[in-house]
């Protein structure tokens, strides 16, 4: 079956640009997440979607940060504004609601 | 309260070794410790997790050991071989989180 899906696999953009990050989790999962890996470091906690619940946005680093969870399936991550300490690989992941999270590709974020 | 400590931060091993990584965690609250392998360029994948009712869970080569006085718990990878050479993640969750919190990661070498 599919694997949680992300796009693009690779953003480039200009300091100031906003950027939107795309994720579509497995079918059927009800949670779904995103994190941020800065290079050489752990899984950053961003924003966590569970059903038709309020989003748990308490990882967000800034209010250029949000995203959006439409028909409790694909997901979008807006960075407004982006700045060179924005440049990451963000990763989504889905999960059925009990533990194991899958994750996607990433997408690796660049800019200049 | 919310971190999670990994160590060693790089661990070079000879083919047929035992790898061992180790975590350490504050809040007795967690109750799901995964631990995720990453090649370079992909997400994280769930390796192998274990829950506090037991002290050992073993897949393969693969055997997680919790301590749950210690609150540590650690990865033991038997046999290592050069295709197990990635970093690997520890994370935990609970009470009242549902996302995870990630060690920053050690990465394995294991020479032929």
Not at chain 1, 17 to 24: A, N, P, T, Y
Not at chain 2, 30 to 44: A, E, M, V
Request: one cysteine or more; charged letters at 20%.
């Amino acid at each position: 079956g599919a694997g949680v899906s992300q796009s693009p696999s690779n953003k480039v953009t200009e300091k100031g640009k906003d950027v939107e990050l795309r994720c579509d989790p497995i079918s059927g999962h009800t949670a779904l997440y995103w994190y941020r890996q800065s290079l050489g470091q752990g899984l950053e906690f961003l924003i966590y979607f569970q059903g038709n619940s309020a989003p748990d946005k308490s990882g967000l680093p800034s209010d250029r940060f949000s995203a959006e969870r439409t028909g409790g399936s694909v997901s979008t991550l807006t960075i407004q504004r982006t700045q060179q300490e924005d440049s990451a690989v963000y990763l989504c992941a889905s999960s059925s609601g009990i533990d194991e999270q899958f994750f996607g590709p990433g997408t690796r974020l660049t800019v200049l | 309260q919310q971190q999670v400590k990994q160590s060693p931060q790089s661990l070079i091993v000879q083919k047929g070794g035992i790898s061992i990584i180790n975590c350490a965690y504050e809040n007795t609250a967690f109750d799901y410790f995964p631990w995720y392998q990453q090649f370079p360029g992909k997400g994280p994948a769930l390796l192998i997790a274990i829950r506090p009712d037991v002290s050992e869970k073993k897949e393969g080569r693969f055997t997680i050991s919790f301590n749950k006085s210690a609150k540590q718990f650690s990865l033991h990878i038997m046999d290592s071989q050069p295709g197990d050479s990635a970093t690997y993640f520890c994370a935990a969750k609970g009470g009242s989180q549902g996302n995870l919190i990630f060690g920053k990661g050690t990465k394995l070498s294991v020479k032929p």
